[in-house]
Structures are given as structure tokens and as C-alpha cells.
């Protein structure tokens, strides 16, 4: 069984930074891309940041020059940093991983952490 755990997240006024984490646990042979996607409410859940194995990111316009996707291998995390934060950050964030177990190569979610920027 694997599970991704997010922390990080909370409220924070506009223009302020938060730092999003996202720890695989259980039986993980290896990591492919991992990222980060959220979901506003009324709205469907959009890609925010992604990063390969290898390191090589990609970014949503929305959040280019604000948000940094990082990933620390030994530890199985992925983060999400996020500076000067704008009310329409406001939103559920989910990170989502790539991962090969026993079974195969599988897609995993985490629970999801609520990120609100507002005055």
C-alpha cells in the first residue's frame, strides 16, 4: 500500500509564503514525475507544477516566478514553495506521484491540503 501525505498548508495573508510537503510511504520500488495540482471550489482541479526524475520542472503560467517544485529523493517528498501568494491561490492542493511497486507503475493522490490567501 502507498500513501502520500501532504502538510503545509493553512492561511496566510496576500502576498505571503507557504511551503507545501508531500511524503510517499510503503512499498515504493521508485519514483517517476511527481507535482502538484489544486482544485478551487466551482472549478476542476488544474496542474500547478510537476517535476521529473531527473529534475526538470514545469510550471503553470498562473504561479511561473512564484511557485518552486523541488523533490528530495532519499526522503520520497516533494515540496511546494509558494511566494507572494494571491487570493486566487485560494484553493485545495493535492500532490500526485508516479510510483513503481509490486503491482507496476501507478498514479497515487494525496489527501489533499486547503491553501487560503486572504485579508
Known amino acids: 500500500q502507498v500513501q502520500l501525505v501532504e502538510s503545509g498548508g493553512g492561511s496566510v495573508q496576500p502576498g505571503g509564503s507557504l511551503r507545501l510537503s508531500c511524503a510517499a510511504s510503503g512499498r515504493i520500488f521508485s519514483i517517476n514525475a511527481q507535482g502538484w495540482y489544486r482544485q478551487a471550489p466551482g472549478k476542476q482541479r488544474e496542474l500547478v507544477a510537476t517535476?521529473?526524475?531527473?529534475?526538470?520542472?514545469n510550471y503553470a503560467d498562473s504561479v511561473k516566478g512564484r511557485f518552486t517544485i523541488s523533490r528530495d529523493g532519499a526522503k520520497k517528498t516533494v515540496y511546494l514553495q509558494m511566494n507572494m501568494l494571491k487570493p486566487e491561490d485560494t484553493a485545495v492542493y493535492y500532490c500526485n506521484a508516479v510510483i513503481a511497486n509490486p503491482g507496476g507503475w501507478n498514479t497515487y493522490w494525496g489527501q489533499g491540503t486547503q491553501v487560503t490567501v486572504s485579508a
Open positions: 517535476i521529473s526524475s531527473g529534475g526538470s520542472t
